[in-house]
């Protein structure tokens, strides 16, 4: 089976930019959460996804939005780039999204905002 | 926000040695989950300890949790260099959200 696949790996984008990161989760996952990693903050939840819901979100500006489609992939969208926004943004599936699964996560998108 | 800390910050030792990292949190949870990341690349999950478990075994790995000291502690034996990463503890409630920990860097030296 393969495993979780986000893309692209790295983005380079400016102030003021908007931006769109996607996951595509491990076959028959239906849940997909978005952390954002950074040297400050550590691991923060973002949001999740479960059959085409936002079912939980973390404590993150509107500008950090996101979908998921009836194939379970999901996208992230960040508009309005700020500086403070460089970090290591990962995607996590899980089969149902319940705190009893394992969530497996991608490799991960890092983002750099110049 | 983080859940709580690890400690250490940050661990060197020897290929062949022991290494044990703890975990504390704040809120009551459903599991705990610990995690390895390679210098800034994905997390692997390592194993899963429920909040009814007070031990968990796989492989070269130990776990433990206490609920009522809301703490935990991953064992790695016999270290090898191949273990040198960042350790995270994860906690999971009754939602998807995961938790994390500061994380705990672990350099395994020839």
């Known amino acids: 089976k393969a495993g979780v696949t986000q893309t692209p790996r790295y983005l380079i984008k400016t102030r003021g930019q908007q931006v769109t990161l996607s996951c595509s989760p491990i076959?028959?996952?239906?849940?997909v959460s978005w952390y954002q990693q950074t040297p400050g903050q550590g691991l923060q939840f973002l949001f999740e996804?479960?059959?085409?819901?936002?079912?939980n979100k973390g404590n993150f500006p509107g500008r950090f939005s996101g979908r998921q489609f009836s194939n379970s992939r999901s996208e992230m969208n960040v508009s309005t780039l700020e500086l403070g926004d460089s970090a290591l943004y990962l995607c996590?599936?899980?089969?149902?999204?319940?705190?009893?699964?394992?969530?497996?996560f991608g490799a991960g998108t890092r983002l750099s905002v110049l | 926000s983080q859940q709580g800390e690890e400690d250490p910050q940050a661990l060197s030792i020897q290929e062949g040695e022991n290494a044990t990292m703890n975990c504390s949190y704040k809120?009551?949870?459903?599991?705990l989950q610990w995690y390895r990341q390679n210098s800034g690349r994905g997390l692997v999950h390592l194993i899963l300890?429920?909040?009814?478990?007070r031990e968990k075994h796989s492989g070269r790995l130990r776990v433990t949790l206490d609920t009522s000291k809301k703490s935990s502690s991953l064992l790695i034996t016999a270290s090898r260099a191949a273990d040198t990463a960042s350790y995270f503890c994860a906690t999971g409630g009754t939602a998807s959200k995961l938790t994390f920990g500061t994380g705990t860097r672990l350099q395994v030296t020839l």
């Open positions: 300890i429920r909040s009814n478990e």
């Open positions: 996804y479960f059959s085409e819901t936002q079912r």
């Open positions: 996590a599936s899980s089969l149902t999204g319940s705190g009893k699964n394992i969530q497996y």
């Open positions: 809120t009551s949870i459903n599991n």
């Open positions: 076959s028959g996952h239906r849940s």
